[in-house]
């Protein structure tokens, strides 16, 4: 019985550690291939004692409209400008129908928020003069809507370092 028990706990630890591996290749795919999009963000208070130095991000997409009538889940169907800034185009259940153009981001909503992405930027305590200026939050999206938030941008859509 103690021979199986061991095994059974090896067996686990394998399996969790390849969910991990498969979960960090698909991001790292993500980083690599995905499409950049520009959200343009709504002003947050940017600190928190308990965590360090972050910002909370808001996105201005969704920061104008309700919860009422959107399912919990689903896309948000955005399309881009000339300089990769995403504007919303609307919210739907299933990948499909999807115009030429047209990109997806998955989002999920509660009674009060409509959340499409990254919440939160962590940075360096100390750093946040630097990303006071930011106005875009640049996510890489994927075909299927998964989104990975990359950095923030200022104004004149370059990257905040």
Not at 25 to 38: F, R, S
Not at 97 to 117: F, H, M, Q
Not at 131 to 141: C, L, M, P, R, V
Request: charged share 25%; with cysteine; aromatic share 12%.
């Amino acid at each position: 019985m103690k021979k199986y028990k061991w095994l059974i706990i090896l067996f686990n630890l394998i399996l969790l550690l390849g969910y991990f591996n498969y979960s960090v290749i698909k991001k790292e795919d993500l980083l690599k291939n995905g499409q950049l999009i520009l959200l343009e963000l709504a002003p947050v208070d940017p600190r928190s004692l308990m965590q360090g130095d972050y910002m909370s991000l808001r996105y201005a997409i969704v920061n104008t409209i309700g919860t009422e009538g959107i399912l919990k889940r689903g896309y948000c169907v955005v399309t881009l400008d000339k300089n990769g800034v995403a504007h919303r185009g609307r919210f739907q259940e299933n990948k499909t129908p999807l115009k030429a153009g047209e990109y997806l981001i998955n989002y999920t909503s509660d009674d009060w928020n409509v959340n499409i992405g990254a919440e939160s930027f962590f940075f360096q305590e100390g750093h946040a003069k630097k990303y006071e200026t930011a106005a875009y939050g640049g996510i890489k999206i994927d075909g299927n809507g998964n989104s990975l938030l990359i950095g923030l941008y200022d104004k004149n859509l370059k990257k905040i370092n």
